[in-house]
């Protein structure tokens, strides 16, 4: 339905439009801390959190004290105004119930059915199917059924099918093993265990405090296992023959080979097979759990596993976009830093877009930013949150929040997003964003004019389990043709095929406007549609097609054209005789003719358009993709009317110029890098036009390169490299603390070892200093030779991370620390800190690399300590940088600072902008002559300080804030961590380095203009 925006919610939306993280429970839990981490959670802008489960959990799963601690929550929420959303598993992904769903019927257990080639008889018990072959030149052939073949010749091979059921004992689930999702009574028993429980204990705020519910990644089949493993399987479960033959007519046993080899009547044989696979999936999982939440007033959200690709959801899912039908507010997952490819691909959004506003559905969620690196701050957070808005979300699931980063878990896939961070008392900016764009962007309809058919079922006929070569050509030919459409601002849908058929949940039919005819899916009315290369249409579609080719409709299909029907040759072509053969390269210049655009950025491919339809008028949302370049452009709008520029970074409204002719809006708009711009048309409106501007001269007032800074919070030098020693024996030579950790673990536990740490000191620094170590009870700390004793002085940076005093200086030259202890079961050996007002000299050696606007740069892996009182003066560091304070005694720094020079302003100066150059720092603040002018969170990084200064000697102050980035890693990585961060990240051997990688912190240049 259309609606009204209102621009009193617009200032301050509700928490049901505000970011919701993903709250990572990974510790032992304590209810004090829950609830001051739920204080936190509320004075941070966002709406609520989800409960998550996670790697490091100390707490039993489901357990007495857990249920405690989840009831805790809800009612703390409850208090403060938050949503508590529910998180159906113990990590992920959903359907075991962390073993409890599957300990006690080996039926449940998620089973796989192998195809096994042999050439001996070696015939396996369990078999279900036997077919004997010829193997000819390294191909079968001459496939046929024999229960036991006879070995004559050489070539003679025998092809067995029997189904494997995951074993107990895999680490990831517990020492248990992952749900059958195509069983329904497994699914059954998952949601007694799981869901039930939790109704048991907070059931009274299901659909107030507690919204709904999460689940994370469930699939068919557990791919990685036996992709590790090279084995060539497909799910299975002990009645999908029976299940099959009722869905299809006739036996799949015999055509078992037809899925794996290209043989007999393998197309139609493979599409039965995985559209039969993806229907049960969604009957036994999905619209279960929808059905249990509509019967319990529950919200059903979450994502599947491998939404990315043709290819990764086949593998894992058989299909994606037929169970966010069934979902209130389906969603996906955004991991990395990277959009466009890998786990960001185009394709990834617009399922989820097209189903969302095929079936009418208020929200589209997304899991962002996990994996992107802890120096992804508000710039990275904003560049990637703007991808998925304009690609149709509007609830935005920021990955992760840990509870606490003790051991493995500062590692577990960051960013970590919460009060660890420097910056974290001003994720409100950010929060305040994204929640007035998830209210705009939800308001009114989507307006989209061409529905390109999903070619899924053509992946289905082309894909075999140990040959992926075919789909990933479909799936390349699909992102051509889709990304060329957004990069013409061409927005478009996919139809899916399982959706759109008849008595499904979006049947698609034709009508007729006085515009022409159209193609209804759902709630959407779609001008033209394209059909992209492929070889099969469901017999549906195909009927669709020819009714609206009859009525006028405009078909247009990329070669190859589909030649089968649900898989099956047919007598005449899928495509009416109307369809129009097109090419990538010309599509964009045909649809010209064909259908007038709506928003145009002609010769800018980086803008991208999202349009609603609203009651007073229309809203635009347009993002510059690109990261590091910034782009002014004419953007085109069709109609007229009175503009407004609705600004979510500070809620304001204010007119915007443009001008209007035939039937065209044009208005000039500068985005900056990753910029973005929420307009709103008001076609009664009169427009404000805006004249010419003069062009006037600039003059860059260069600041001085000397600075005084002020540390506003302690610096600190990372240890990760120790000696070990186990028990009385030798010290062994210094090694990274993972590689320390390994060799204790493997002497075993209840080993007695130490570590040894060695810091140089240039000249020892006053004020106090304090060691930094995780779990210090544990150990018997020693500074050359000197035994220090535990004093717990509270936490720095995580709760985890406690502080001891050191009651001496460390002396010039080098110094000894030593933990020792004893090896247990939960032992997690870790880097440890030194913290205090002091300066770490380090080499920096060369720009180490630049992708996705980070920059790294790589150091010598020597670093020494000398005196520095917590102000000092910052020279001109020579290297093209202003300001890099990496370089200048603070390469692990984490904190904030202020930079501060005096600046004599001229009175012929009759305005002034301060501008920075490559900001490197997750915010800056401005202030002039004490007076907080702006904070800077990403491009463009200016500001107009006129209204600040006076003619003669003004202050001017720069508080820079950090990340955690340089202080936790991953230091040794070469190339940096660039599109993806994850625990092997920080593991990896292949990309090894002694050299430390680090991020500059400061600017490349600062003036006034």
Same mark, same amino acid.
């Given at each position: 339905?259309?609606?009204p925006?209102?621009?009193?919610i617009?200032?301050?939306?509700p928490?049901?439009?505000?970011?919701?993280?993903?709250?990572? $429970?990974?510790?032992?839990?304590?209810?004090?801390?829950?609830?001051?981490?739920?204080?936190?959670?509320?004075?941070?802008?966002w709406?609520? @959190? &989800?409960m998550?489960?996670?790697?490091?959990?100390?707490? !039993?799963?489901?357990?007495?004290?857990?249920?405690?601690?989840?009831?805790?929550?809800?009612?703390?929420?409850?208090?403060?105004?938050?949503h508590?959303?529910?998180?159906?598993?113990?990590k992920?992904p959903s359907?075991?119930?962390?073993?409890? /769903?599957?300990?006690?019927?080996?039926?449940?257990?998620?089973?796989v059915?192998?195809?096994?080639?042999?050439?001996r008889?070696?015939?396996?018990?369990?078999?279900?199917?036997?077919?004997?072959?010829?193997?000819?030149?390294?191909?079968l +052939?001459d496939?046929?059924?024999?229960?036991?073949?006879?070995?004559?010749?050489?070539?003679?091979?025998?092809?067995?099918?029997?189904?494997?059921?995951?074993?107990?004992?895999?680490? $990831?689930?517990?020492?248990? %093993?992952?749900?059958?999702?195509?069983?329904p009574?497994?699914?059954?028993?998952?949601?007694?265990?799981?869901h039930e429980?939790?109704?048991?204990?907070?059931?009274?705020?299901?659909?107030?405090?507690?919204?709904?519910v999460?689940?994370?990644?469930p699939?068919?089949?557990?791919?990685?296992?036996h992709e #590790?493993?090279?084995?060539?399987?497909i799910?299975?479960?002990?009645?999908? !023959?029976?299940?099959?033959?009722?869905?299809?007519?006739?036996d799949?046993?015999?055509?078992?080979?037809?899925?794996?080899?290209n043989?007999?009547?393998y197309?139609? %044989?493979?599409?039965?097979?995985?559209r039969?696979?993806?229907e049960?999936?969604?009957?036994?999982?999905?619209?279960?759990?929808?059905?249990?939440?509509?019967?319990?007033?529950m919200?059903?959200?979450?994502?599947?596993?491998?939404?990315?690709?043709?290819?990764?959801?086949?593998?894992?899912?058989?299909?994606?976009?037929?169970?966010?039908?069934?979902?209130?507010?389906?969603?996906?997952?955004?991991?990395?830093?990277?959009?466009?490819?890998?786990?960001?691909?185009?394709?990834t959004?617009?399922?989820?877009d097209?189903?969302?506003?095929?079936?009418g559905?208020?929200?589209?969620?997304c899991?962002?930013?996990?994996?992107?690196?802890?120096?992804?701050?508000?710039?990275?957070?904003?560049?990637?949150g703007?991808?998925?808005?304009?690609?149709?979300?509007?609830?935005?699931?920021?990955?992760l929040?840990?509870?606490?980063?003790?051991g493995? #878990?500062?590692?577990?896939?960051?960013?970590?997003?919460?009060?660890?961070?420097?910056?974290?008392?001003?994720?409100?900016?950010?929060?305040d964003?994204?929640?007035?764009?998830?209210?705009?962007?939800?308001?009114?309809?989507?307006?989209?004019?061409?529905?390109?058919?999903?070619?899924?079922?053509?992946?289905?006929?082309?894909?075999?389990?140990?040959?992926a070569?075919?789909?990933?050509?479909?799936?390349?030919?699909?992102?051509?043709?889709?990304?060329?459409l957004?990069?013409?601002?061409?927005?478009?849908?996919?139809?899916?095929?399982?959706?759109?058929?008849?008595?499904?949940?979006v049947?698609?039919?034709?009508?007729?406007?006085?515009?022409?005819?159209?193609?209804?899916?759902?709630?959407?009315?779609?001008?033209?549609?394209i059909?992209?290369?492929?070889t099969?249409?469901?017999?549906?579609?195909?009927?669709?097609?020819?009714?609206?080719?009859e009525?006028?409709?405009?078909?247009?299909?990329? /070669?190859?054209?589909?030649t089968?029907?649900?898989?099956?040759?047919?007598?005449?072509s899928?495509?009416?005789?109307?369809?129009r %053969?097109?090419?990538?390269?010309?599509?964009p210049?045909?649809?010209?003719?064909?259908?007038?655009?709506?928003?145009?950025?002609?010769?800018?491919?980086?803008?991208?358009?999202?349009?609603?339809?609203?009651?007073?008028?229309?809203?635009?949302?347009?993002?510059?993709?690109?990261v590091?370049?910034?782009?002014?452009?004419?953007?085109q709008?069709?109609?007229?009317?009175?503009?407004?520029?609705?600004?979510?970074?500070?809620?304001?409204?204010?007119?915007?110029?443009s001008?209007?002719a035939?039937?065209?809006s044009?208005?000039?708009?500068?985005?900056?890098?990753?910029?973005?711009?929420?307009?709103?048309?008001?076609?009664?409106?009169?427009?404000?036009?805006?004249?010419?501007?003069?062009?006037?001269?600039?003059?860059?007032?260069?600041?001085?390169?000397?600075?005084?800074?002020?540390?506003?919070? !302690?610096?600190?030098?990372t240890?990760?490299?120790?000696?070990?020693?186990l028990g009385?024996?030798?010290? =062994?030579?210094?090694?990274?603390?993972l590689?320390?950790?390994?060799?204790?673990?493997?002497?075993?536990?209840?080993?007695?070892?130490?570590? *040894? @740490?060695?810091?140089?000191?240039?000249?020892?620094?006053?004020?106090p200093?304090?060691?930094?170590?995780?779990?210090?009870?544990?150990?018997?700390?020693?500074v050359?030779?000197?035994?220090?004793e535990?004093?717990?002085?509270? @936490? $720095?940076?995580?709760?985890?991370?406690?502080?001891? !005093?050191l009651?001496?200086?460390?002396r010039?030259?080098?110094?000894?620390?030593?933990?020792?202890?004893?090896?247990? #079961?939960?032992?997690?050996l870790e880097?440890?800190?030194? +913290?205090?007002?002091?300066?770490?000299?380090?080499?920096?050696?060369?720009?180490?690399? *630049?992708?996705?606007?980070?920059? &790294?740069?790589?150091?010598?892996?020597?670093?020494?300590?000398?005196?520095?009182?917590?102000?000092?003066?910052?020279?001109?560091?020579? %290297?093209g940088?202003?300001?890099?304070?990496?370089?200048?005694?603070?390469?692990?720094?984490?904190?904030r600072?202020?930079?501060?020079?005096s600046?004599?302003?001229p009175?012929?100066? =009759?305005?002034?902008?301060?501008?920075?150059?490559?900001?490197?720092?997750?915010l800056?603040?401005?202030?002039?002559?004490?007076?907080?002018?702006?904070?800077?969170a990403w491009?463009?990084?200016?500001?107009d300080?006129?209204?600040?200064?006076?003619?003669?000697?003004?202050?001017?102050?720069?508080?820079l804030?950090?990340?955690?980035?340089?202080?936790l890693?991953?230091?040794h990585?070469?190339?940096?961590?660039?599109?993806?961060?994850?625990?092997?990240? &920080?593991?990896?051997?292949?990309?090894?380095?002694?050299e430390?990688?680090?991020?500059?912190?400061? &600017?490349?240049?600062?003036?006034?203009?």
């Open positions: 339905m259309s609606a925006l209102d621009h009193a617009f200032q301050n939306p928490n049901t439009y505000r970011e919701a993280p993903l709250w990572s $429970w990974n510790d032992r839990l304590d209810p004090v801390e829950l609830e001051r981490q739920i204080e936190l959670i509320a004075q941070s802008g709406g609520g @959190f &989800f998550h489960p996670r790697l490091g959990l100390n707490t !039993p799963y489901l357990g007495k004290h857990w249920m405690e601690d989840v009831r805790l929550c809800v009612d703390s929420a409850r208090r403060h105004g938050l508590a959303w529910l998180y159906d598993e113990d992920w359907g075991f119930a962390g073993g409890l /769903a599957v300990a006690q019927n080996p039926s449940y257990r998620t089973t059915l192998l195809c096994k080639v042999d050439d008889p070696a015939f396996v018990a369990e078999r279900i199917a036997t077919f004997a072959a010829r193997e000819v030149d390294g191909q +052939t496939i046929r059924p024999e229960y036991e073949p006879r070995f004559e010749q050489d070539g003679d091979r025998v092809i067995q099918f029997y189904p494997q059921t995951m074993p107990l004992g895999n680490h $990831w689930f517990n020492g248990y %093993t992952y749900l059958s999702l195509l069983n009574d497994a699914v059954r028993r998952f949601i007694e265990v799981t429980a939790y109704k048991q204990a907070v059931g009274d705020e299901f659909g107030r405090t507690v919204p709904g999460f689940t994370d990644e699939s068919t089949l557990f791919f990685a296992l #590790r493993a090279r084995q060539v399987v799910p299975w479960t002990h009645d999908f !023959p029976a299940y099959f033959k009722e869905r299809n007519g006739y799949l046993l015999p055509r078992l080979p037809e899925i794996f080899f043989t007999g009547d197309h139609a %044989t493979r599409y039965d097979y995985w039969t696979v993806a049960r999936f969604v009957d036994a999982f999905t619209r279960q759990i929808y059905d249990w939440c509509n019967a319990n007033n919200l059903f959200t979450g994502h599947f596993m491998a939404e990315d690709t043709l290819l990764s959801q086949i593998q894992w899912c058989s299909a994606i976009m037929p169970h966010y039908a069934y979902m209130h507010y389906p969603g996906i997952d955004k991991l990395g830093r990277q959009i466009n490819s890998g786990p960001g691909t185009l394709l959004a617009k399922q989820l097209s189903v969302v506003c095929q079936t559905k208020p929200r589209a969620f899991e962002d930013y996990g994996c992107s690196g802890q120096d992804f701050s508000f710039a990275g957070r904003k560049w990637l703007d991808w998925c808005y304009v690609l149709g979300i509007n609830f935005n699931d920021p990955h929040s840990l509870y606490s980063m003790r493995e #878990r500062k590692r577990d896939y960051p960013q970590n997003l919460f009060y660890q961070q420097p910056w974290w008392p001003e994720n409100r900016i950010v929060a964003y994204f929640a007035r764009l998830s209210y705009a962007l939800s308001q009114g309809t989507r307006v989209v004019d061409i529905l390109v058919i999903h070619p899924l079922s053509s992946a289905w006929t082309l894909y075999r389990p140990d040959a070569l075919d789909v990933m050509e479909l799936d390349q030919t699909l992102d051509r043709l889709l990304m060329t957004v990069e013409h601002q061409r927005d478009f849908h996919l139809g899916d095929e399982m959706l759109m058929a008849r008595g499904g949940p049947e698609a039919r034709v009508g007729e406007t006085d515009e022409g005819p159209f193609l209804a899916v759902g709630e959407m009315h779609y001008r033209v549609v059909v992209p290369p492929g099969t249409l469901a017999a549906d579609t195909v009927r669709t097609l020819n009714t609206f080719a009525a006028g409709g405009t078909i247009l299909a990329l /070669a190859p054209h589909p089968l029907v649900d898989g099956r040759q047919t007598q005449e899928p495509l009416p005789a109307s369809t %053969t097109v090419k990538v390269d010309t599509l210049g045909l649809l010209d003719k064909l259908l007038p655009f709506d928003v145009r950025v002609a010769g800018n491919p980086s803008i991208w358009v999202h349009h609603r339809k609203v009651e007073t008028g229309d809203c635009y949302f347009l993002a510059n993709i690109d590091d370049k910034s782009i002014s452009a004419a953007v709008v069709r109609g007229g009317g009175e503009f407004e520029l609705w600004d979510p970074s500070t809620g304001a409204v204010t007119p915007l110029a001008n209007h035939d039937g065209l044009t208005l000039q708009l500068e985005f900056a890098a990753a910029g973005s711009y929420l307009l709103v048309r008001r076609p009664d409106g009169t427009p404000t036009v805006q004249p010419p501007s003069p062009r006037r001269s600039e003059t860059a007032y260069p600041l001085s390169e000397s600075w005084d800074v002020e540390l506003l919070s !302690p610096n600190a030098l240890l990760d490299t120790a000696a070990v020693r009385e024996g030798p010290w =062994s030579q210094p090694m990274h603390i590689e320390a950790h390994a060799t204790v673990e493997k002497a075993g536990v209840g080993t007695p070892f130490a570590l *040894r @740490f060695t810091v140089e000191v240039d000249k020892p620094p006053a004020g200093l304090h060691l930094v170590v995780e779990s210090p009870e544990r150990f018997r700390i020693s050359n030779g000197e035994r220090v535990s004093i717990d002085a509270g @936490f $720095w940076v995580d709760i985890s991370f406690r502080q001891v !005093p009651p001496f200086w460390l010039a030259g080098t110094n000894e620390i030593v933990l020792a202890g004893v090896f247990g #079961r939960d032992s997690e880097s440890i800190y030194l +913290t205090g007002a002091f300066a770490v000299g380090a080499t920096r050696l060369g720009e180490e690399s *630049r992708h996705n606007g980070q920059c &790294f740069d790589r150091y010598a892996p020597r670093f020494v300590v000398t005196a520095r009182e917590s102000r000092f003066a910052l020279p001109h560091t020579g %290297t940088r202003a300001v890099d304070l990496t370089q200048q005694g603070l390469p692990f720094f984490a904190g600072l202020a930079l501060r020079q600046v004599e302003i009175a012929t100066m =009759s305005s002034a902008t301060l501008v920075f150059d490559d900001l490197r720092a997750a800056v603040h401005v202030r002039v002559n004490g007076v907080q002018v702006q904070t800077l491009p463009p990084y200016k500001v300080i006129t209204p600040y200064l006076h003619e003669g000697t003004n202050d001017l102050e720069l508080e804030v950090g990340t955690l980035r340089n202080l890693g991953p230091h990585v070469r190339g940096g961590d660039l599109s993806w961060t994850g625990p092997e990240t &920080f593991r990896d051997q292949r990309r090894w380095v002694d430390y990688i680090l991020a500059p912190f400061g &600017f490349a240049g600062v003036t006034i203009r």
